[in-house]
């Protein structure tokens, strides 16, 4: 008897389960339109090679067969970017974006970029496509979810002379479902208490030839005129600091792009960074000028 109440007590669990969740994870079929608005996008990514044989993976004889002459690129090229991009009814999308690939070092100045959406499918994945300075054509595929809110993309074309190595995963959130330009930000999207979280490769302070991994913490507290103060924490190769004061400004644009500025106590430089602010600047995307390697990603934890 109790064997059978169990198992009608199983069942009616199952059914409820079942009826709940396609309620909770259905969306609506996909179209151009879901996808209009203003975007903000990060992706993060390398081109990576490494021979196995070196790290006492595999001996010379498991790595017996020959690679094609595409993976005899460089051993990392880092890559990164921040985009702004506005997409209208029609899937064409007007923007710009900072870069960071390699040699290819980061401009103060965005680069103009024009994103074409070929394909939008009804169960919200599709592709879309874009030309670089250089000639590259780039086709990434997306998957879009959260009525629209977000997507996330994956390379599937780096034409020539792009890196065909590269890869990476790409982050988008819209800030505006418009198609007209966005306006609305100002000094009050950054004012507030924020926790930004740093991931660098720099210049050997000891070998000049040299670069070395860099990460930090830097909590920062940003008043409304745009001057914030804060402590930094970092690792940077076999150095650390542990709360070392910081000062610097943030200049808000009125589409969430923003500029900024770091100085760091006994240091004696002041560090550049540009970037986006998202989710009603509760978040910012951003990168540092004049470093081999920056991405940067900031939260506000208090306003």
């Known amino acids: ?93 007007e923007g710009y974006f900072w870069i960071v690939a390699g040699s290819i070092k980061m401009t103060p100045d965005p680069i103009p970029v024009h994103i074409t959406i070929t394909e939008m499918n009804e169960d919200c994945t599709g ?19 959260d009525n629209g809110r977000q997507y996330r993309s994956v390379p599937t074309t780096l034409g020539s002379p792009g890196i065909p190595t590269l890869a990476w995963i790409g982050t988008g959130q819209r800030i505006s479902n418009s198609s007209e330009p966005v306006e609305f930000c100002g000094s009050q999207t950054a004012h507030g208490n924020y926790l930004m979280t740093c991931d660098n490769i720099v210049k050997s302070p000891k070998f000049p030839t040299k670069a070395v991994a860099d990460t930090f913490l830097l909590e920062m507290d940003v008043s409304m005129d745009g001057n914030y103060t804060g402590l930094l ?40 960074e540009r970037g986006v602010f998202f989710n009603e600047g509760k978040e910012f995307y951003s990168m540092a000028l004049g470093v081999t390697f920056s991405v940067c990603q900031g939260t506000r934890i208090s306003q």
């Open 233 to 272: 924490y970092e690792k940077l190769g076999p150095a650390s600091i542990d709360g070392r004061p910081v000062l610097g400004t943030v200049t808000v644009n009125p589409d969430c792009s923003f500029s900024a500025t770091l100085d760091i106590e006994g240091i004696g430089n002041t560090i550049e």
């Open 1 to 93: 008897m109790r064997i059978k109440t169990a198992a009608v007590i199983m069942v009616a669990l199952f059914v409820c389960f079942g009826a709940a969740v396609p309620g909770a994870h259905s969306e609506g079929k996909c179209s151009l339109k879901t996808f209009q608005g203003t975007y903000v996008s990060f992706e993060k990514g390398s081109s990576l090679t490494i021979d196995l044989t070196k790290f006492g993976v595999l001996s010379p004889m498991d790595n017996a067969v020959p690679m094609p002459p595409a993976w005899e690129a460089p051993g990392i090229v880092p890559f990164a970017n921040i985009a702004h991009v506005t997409y209208g009814p029609d899937g064409e999308g």
């Open 127 to 145: 592709k879309f496509q874009y030309t670089l300075a250089n000639g590259a054509l780039i086709e990434e595929r997306f998957i879009l979810f």
